[in-house]
Nanobody
């Protein structure tokens, strides 16, 4: 399974970016698809998650600003990021799982830089 992120780049504080994660198989077949991010010197953190049942989770720092969505026809998951802040600067990774105790799938990441 391949996951390929795109849409990263440079944005000003208050601006928006839309990340995409294209999967090499049907995204409806995954148990969960998620976005993580990692800043230099920091642990990778879960940003947003959507499971196959439709349940959605956001970490507190992005709730109300970021939206995770999916386009099953294109096997793509998106992360719409609005009202960006400098602290959102990180490499953003797409993650997919077939369920607990199964091998996770990761993309290579896309860099997001937010200037103040």
């Amino acid at each position: 399974v391949l996951l390929v992120e795109s849409g990263g780049g440079l944005a000003q504080a208050g601006g928006s970016l839309r990340l995409s994660c294209a999967a090499s198989r049907s995204i409806d077949s995954f148990d969960v698809m998620e976005w993580y991010r990692q800043s230099p010197g920091m642990q990778r953190e879960l940003v947003a998650s959507r499971n196959n049942g439709g349940s959605i989770y956001y970490t507190d720092s992005v709730r109300g600003r970021f939206t995770i969505s999916r386009d099953s026809a294109k096997n793509t998951v998106h992360l719409q990021m609005n009202s960006l802040k400098p602290e959102d600067t990180a490499v953003y990774y797409c993650h997919a799982s077939d369920g607990p105790k199964t091998r996770p799938y990761w993309g290579r990441g896309t860099q997001v830089n937010v200037s103040s």
